[in-house]
């Protein structure tokens, strides 16, 4: 009985290393417009701008955060790198935020490629992409350790 237990779970963490490996192909970037003053951001400015603490740049200009509205991998991922929250848990802090009326969620496209769009035609839109989709017209502001 324990020779099976020792099996499965042996099993199982050969499984979840695989998801990690394969969801981590590509790093993921949080990106501007190329017009966009911001050289860079840390990475609890990112915190604050995503989790409704502070939405502008250090510059003082209002952020405009966008989020994928599905529970895609990138989302997924991007959570999980930013504050090591499941989307459970994002969605519940967002429910219980919006409920208080202290802070707005990010705003929400359909696909990677509708926040490349609306980044690079919005001065002071933030978003998240993965490394291998980034553009001419959008630059990195910070990189999650690849």
Do not use: C, H
């Amino acid at each position: 009985m324990t020779k099976w237990l020792f099996i499965i779970a042996l099993l199982t963490t050969s499984a979840s290393a695989s998801l990690v490996s394969a969801s981590s192909s590509s790093p993921i970037v949080i990106v501007v417009g190329q017009d966009n003053p911001t050289p860079e951001l840390s990475r609890m400015q990112v915190i604050d701008m995503y989790m409704g603490k502070y939405v502008a740049f250090p510059n003082g200009e209002i952020a405009i955060p966008i989020d994928i509205n599905d529970d895609s991998l990138l989302r997924s991922d991007f959570y999980q790198a930013l504050v090591g929250m499941s989307l459970a848990r994002v969605n519940s802090y967002w429910s219980r935020i919006k409920f208080t009326g202290r802070a707005k969620p990010p705003i929400e496209k359909s696909n990677e490629q509708a926040i490349i769009d609306y980044i690079a035609n919005t001065p002071n839109a933030i978003g998240y992409i993965r490394k291998e989709n980034l553009t001419n017209n959008l630059k990195v502001i910070y990189q999650f350790n690849e």
